[in-house]
Protein backbone atom coordinates (compact mmCIF):
# COMPACT_ATOMS: atom_id res chain seq x y z
CA UNK A 1 0.00 0.00 0.00
CA UNK A 2 1.20 3.24 -0.58
CA UNK A 3 2.26 5.82 1.96
CA UNK A 4 -1.23 8.23 2.57
CA UNK A 5 -0.98 12.12 2.25
CA UNK A 6 -3.03 14.87 4.26
CA UNK A 7 -2.63 16.04 7.37
CA UNK A 8 -3.84 12.42 9.56
CA UNK A 9 -1.28 10.95 7.85
CA UNK A 10 0.38 8.27 9.61
CA UNK A 11 -2.03 7.62 12.47
CA UNK A 12 -3.78 4.36 12.58
CA UNK A 13 -7.48 3.72 13.27
CA UNK A 14 -8.72 0.55 13.44
CA UNK A 15 -13.06 1.10 13.09
CA UNK A 16 -15.41 -1.59 14.32
CA UNK A 17 -18.67 0.17 13.71
CA UNK A 18 -21.79 -0.56 11.22
CA UNK A 19 -24.18 1.11 9.38
CA UNK A 20 -23.54 4.87 9.27
CA UNK A 21 -22.49 6.58 12.34
CA UNK A 22 -18.95 4.98 12.83
CA UNK A 23 -17.88 4.43 9.31
CA UNK A 24 -18.44 7.98 8.27
CA UNK A 25 -16.53 8.78 11.17
CA UNK A 26 -13.74 6.82 9.77
CA UNK A 27 -14.64 7.79 5.97
CA UNK A 28 -13.26 11.25 7.14
CA UNK A 29 -10.21 10.11 9.20
CA UNK A 30 -8.97 8.49 5.63
CA UNK A 31 -9.61 10.75 3.94
CA UNK A 32 -8.01 13.01 5.44
CA UNK A 33 -4.94 11.10 5.23
CA UNK A 34 -5.04 8.47 8.15
CA UNK A 35 -5.10 4.28 7.74
CA UNK A 36 -8.15 3.11 8.57
CA UNK A 37 -8.96 -0.69 9.08
CA UNK A 38 -12.27 -1.68 9.11
CA UNK A 39 -13.34 -4.81 11.04
CA UNK A 40 -16.32 -6.89 10.08
CA UNK A 41 -18.13 -9.32 11.76
CA UNK A 42 -18.52 -12.75 10.12
CA UNK A 43 -20.09 -14.15 9.01
CA UNK A 44 -22.20 -11.49 6.26
CA UNK A 45 -20.15 -8.51 7.27
CA UNK A 46 -21.43 -4.90 7.33
CA UNK A 47 -24.96 -4.61 7.27
CA UNK A 48 -24.84 -1.64 4.95
CA UNK A 49 -23.46 -4.51 2.18
CA UNK A 50 -26.95 -5.10 1.71
CA UNK A 51 -28.33 -1.87 1.63
CA UNK A 52 -29.89 -2.46 -2.32
CA UNK A 53 -31.06 0.25 -4.36
CA UNK A 54 -28.61 1.58 -5.94
CA UNK A 55 -25.81 -0.67 -6.40
CA UNK A 56 -22.96 -0.74 -8.56
CA UNK A 57 -22.29 -3.86 -10.02
CA UNK A 58 -23.72 -5.70 -7.16
CA UNK A 59 -22.08 -3.96 -4.24
CA UNK A 60 -24.27 -1.38 -2.07
CA UNK A 61 -23.77 2.13 -3.12
CA UNK A 62 -24.32 3.14 0.30
CA UNK A 63 -21.34 1.10 1.56
CA UNK A 64 -18.77 1.93 -0.94
CA UNK A 65 -19.26 5.72 -0.57
CA UNK A 66 -18.49 5.68 3.51
CA UNK A 67 -15.96 2.80 3.21
CA UNK A 68 -13.52 4.42 0.68
CA UNK A 69 -10.00 4.95 1.52
CA UNK A 70 -10.22 1.81 3.80
CA UNK A 71 -8.53 -1.37 3.90
CA UNK A 72 -10.76 -4.01 5.28
CA UNK A 73 -10.78 -7.59 7.66
CA UNK A 74 -13.42 -9.72 8.35
CA UNK A 75 -13.02 -11.52 12.23
CA UNK A 76 -15.27 -13.61 13.96
CA UNK A 77 -14.96 -11.76 17.46
CA UNK A 78 -16.65 -14.41 18.87
CA UNK A 79 -13.72 -16.98 18.52
CA UNK A 80 -10.34 -17.05 20.71
CA UNK A 81 -8.62 -16.04 17.08
CA UNK A 82 -11.02 -13.56 16.07
CA UNK A 83 -10.12 -11.95 19.65
CA UNK A 84 -6.42 -12.61 19.21
CA UNK A 85 -6.60 -10.58 15.78
CA UNK A 86 -8.24 -7.54 17.16
CA UNK A 87 -6.01 -7.32 19.87
CA UNK A 88 -2.96 -6.96 17.79
CA UNK A 89 -4.57 -4.58 15.44
CA UNK A 90 -5.78 -2.44 18.83
CA UNK A 91 -2.36 -2.93 20.59
CA UNK A 92 -0.87 -1.09 17.54
CA UNK A 93 -3.98 1.73 16.80
CA UNK A 94 -3.83 5.41 17.84
CA UNK A 95 -7.74 5.46 17.48
CA UNK A 96 -10.24 3.22 18.07
CA UNK A 97 -13.93 3.92 16.69
CA UNK A 98 -16.47 1.34 17.71
CA UNK A 99 -20.40 1.78 17.59
CA UNK A 100 -21.91 -1.27 18.94
CA UNK A 101 -25.04 -2.23 20.50
CA UNK A 102 -25.73 -2.04 24.29
CA UNK A 103 -23.28 -1.23 26.68
CA UNK A 104 -19.06 0.11 25.51
CA UNK A 105 -17.58 -3.84 25.54
CA UNK A 106 -14.04 -2.13 25.56
CA UNK A 107 -14.27 -2.11 29.53
CA UNK A 108 -15.36 -5.33 29.65
CA UNK A 109 -13.73 -7.34 26.91
CA UNK A 110 -10.11 -5.77 27.99
CA UNK A 111 -8.84 -7.29 24.95
CA UNK A 112 -6.26 -4.67 23.93
CA UNK A 113 -2.70 -4.99 25.48
CA UNK A 114 -2.29 -1.13 25.45
CA UNK A 115 -5.43 1.37 25.19
CA UNK A 116 -5.44 3.48 22.30
CA UNK A 117 -4.87 7.05 22.59
CA UNK A 118 -8.21 8.28 21.39
CA UNK A 119 -11.42 5.84 21.49
CA UNK A 120 -14.40 7.08 19.52
CA UNK A 121 -18.14 5.62 20.11
CA UNK A 122 -19.82 7.01 17.15
Known sequence: MTARKGPLSGLKVIELAH?????????????????VIKVEKVPGGDDSRRSLPPDLGGEAAAFLMVNRNKRGIAVDLK????????RRLVATADVLIERTTGPAPWSAWAWATRPCARTIRA
Not at 19 to 35: I, K, N, Q, Y
Not at 79 to 86: C, R
Open 19 to 35: VMAGPVCGLMLADMGAE
Open 79 to 86: SAGGKAVL
